[in-house]
């Protein structure tokens, strides 16, 4: 399964739905992960019919709504997925979590936590927000591999890591 992960839109629809394509007709994600900020956002893409899920930010209203989660774990591929906008709302790490996706902090990066990989997308807000240029993620997800990626808004790859299952 491919995953593509979006977050930090902050309204930024034109950006947005530039790497929602990307996404899609390049990369082939077979759903998109939206991390929050904001959850309106994902709900446009919803609407647009785009395969989605995602989690409000700290900035959204929906944050604070107890019919909406703060962080969802899922199974990709017999392999849980936890995320969130914020680190300090994921589950404690386990030894049955195979990823962790969060954004909140516009840097994108992919780095090992007590033996889970993390992935932040970095932002689609603007052409330039805290130093960063926009950036999204991807993550294959295969019987013997995980493959993260972060790429900028030509498609190019920035940053990339892969584990084994």
């Known amino acids: 399964m491919i995953l593509g992960v979006i977050s930090d839109t902050h309204g930024n629809l034109e950006l947005m739905h530039k790497a929602v394509a990307l996404l899609e007709n390049r990369f082939y994600a077979t759903r998109i992960i939206h991390l ?3 959850y309106a956002d994902k709900e446009t893409l919803e609407r647009e019919g785009h395969p989605m899920s995602g989690v409000p930010g700290l900035w959204c209203p929906e944050y604070n709504d107890p019919r909406i989660p ?8 017999g392999m849980r997925v936890a995320y969130a906008h914020s680190d300090n709302d994921l589950p404690p790490l386990t030894g049955d979590l195979g990823l962790c996706l969060v954004g909140h902090t516009h840097r994108y990066g992919i780095v090992m936590r007590q033996g889970v990989p993390f992935m932040n997308p970095g932002h689609l807000k603007s052409a330039r927000d805290r130093t960063r240029f926009p950036t999204f993620g ?3 997800v295969t019987g013997a ?8 808004l030509d498609g190019e790859v920035v940053l990339e890591e892969q584990y084994p299952r």
């Open 36 to 38: 929050g900020d904001d």
């Open 70 to 77: 703060n962080q969802v774990v899922e199974e990709v591929e």
């Open 138 to 140: 991807l993550a294959r």
């Open 145 to 152: 591999l995980l493959y993260l990626s972060v790429h900028d």
